[in-house]
Nanobody, 121 residues
Framework: QVQLVESGGDLVQAGGSLRLSCSAS????????MGWYRQAPGKQRELVAA???????IYADSVKGRFIVSRDIAQNTVHLQMSSLMPEDTASYYC???????????????WGQGTQVTVSS
């Protein structure tokens, strides 16, 4: 099992910045990618950003140039630095740990409990 604990969600004004952190524990040998998803009310959960164990990063088009995902593998943490926040970034943000096989299929994943980010206009 993998346990994920997020922190850093807050209320921030548009144009502001926020940093989310996630600490992982448990059977991390089953994980090769960690990152962040978000879910706004009435919408599906979507991938925001993720980083593989070998440093490859992926971002949703809506956050490219504004958000940066980083990991400290030794500390088992993943962070999301968010800048130039917009009201449409308002959502619950979930830390995700997963194993993605060579075919691109997710064979394992774990979720944090979520942290709320609210961006006021």
């Amino acid at each position: 099992q993998v346990q994920l604990v997020e922190s850093g969600g807050d209320l921030v004004q548009a144009g502001g910045s926020l940093r989310l952190s996630c600490s992982a524990s448990g059977s991390l040998s089953s994980v090769n990618r960690m990152g962040w998803y978000r879910q706004a009310p009435g919408k599906q959960r979507e991938l925001v950003a993720a980083m593989t164990n070998d440093g490859f990063r992926i971002y949703a088009d809506s956050v490219k140039g504004r958000f940066i995902v980083s990991r400290d593998i030794a500390q088992n943490t993943v962070h999301l630095q968010m800048s130039s926040l917009m009201p449409e970034d308002t959502a619950s943000y979930y830390c995700n740990a997963a194993y993605i096989n060579r075919r691109g299929s997710t064979t394992f994943q774990a979720w944090g409990q979520g942290t709320q980010v609210t961006v006021s206009s």
